[in-house]
């Protein structure tokens, strides 16, 4: 392959600093520069040795007030995120489900456990992780309960 990775993936925020902090207490990710430019300011926040959310503040901006169900919201649908390990997949979990980002469902598609969460934003998001209980080409179809895993009934 000549790719090894996403470099980044562009957001559009109306209020940068929410979202950094949000990004900063579950994930851990550092604001790496800050500039301003035309109409807004645009943040570099690392998620990952190689990867990188690219913040663009546009304070006029209404894209997270408009919410749109899976495979209605456009070329890009949501964001997937690779914990890790398995353990740091749990501690995104309890961090998400502290916030109320997360009911905390985590579902089985086989070789991945998925957990969906959305962003202060509304950006809806996946955090998966290599599933320790994988067996060899057994795919789950969405919905799957992951074993181990309960999720908060009171989620809205």
């Known amino acids: 392959m000549l790719l090894n990775g996403v470099n980044h993936v562009a957001i559009l925020t109306n209020d940068a600093e929410r979202l950094h902090g949000f990004y900063r207490d579950v ?3 550092t604001v790496d520069h ?3 430019m035309p109409g807004g300011t ?3 926040l690392s998620i990952g040795p190689l990867t990188e959310l690219n913040i663009f503040e546009i304070s006029d901006n209404t894209e997270a007030q408009r919410q749109t169900p899976m495979f209605g919201r ?3 649908d949501h964001l997937g995120l690779q914990a890790a390990s398995t353990d740091a997949f ?3 979990r309890e961090r998400l489900m502290a916030r109320g980002a997360t009911d905390g469902f985590v ?3 086989g070789p991945v456990l998925s957990l969906f969460f ?3 934003d509304g950006l809806e998001a996946e955090v998966c992780v290599p599933n320790p209980g994988a067996k060899p080409g057994v795919y789950n179809p969405p919905g799957t309960p992951a ?7 009171d989620h809205p």
């Not at 074993?147 to 009934?153: L, N, W």
Request: proline content about 7%; overall charge negative.
């Open 34 to 36: 800050e500039e301003r």
């Open 42 to 44: 645009l943040s570099l």
């Open 147 to 153: 074993p181990g895993y309960q999720a908060r009934s």
């Open 74 to 76: 456009g070329r890009i």
């Open 90 to 92: 749990d501690l995104i």
């Open 107 to 109: 579902t089985d598609f």
């Open 27 to 29: 994930f851990e990710a």
């Open 118 to 120: 959305r962003d202060p």
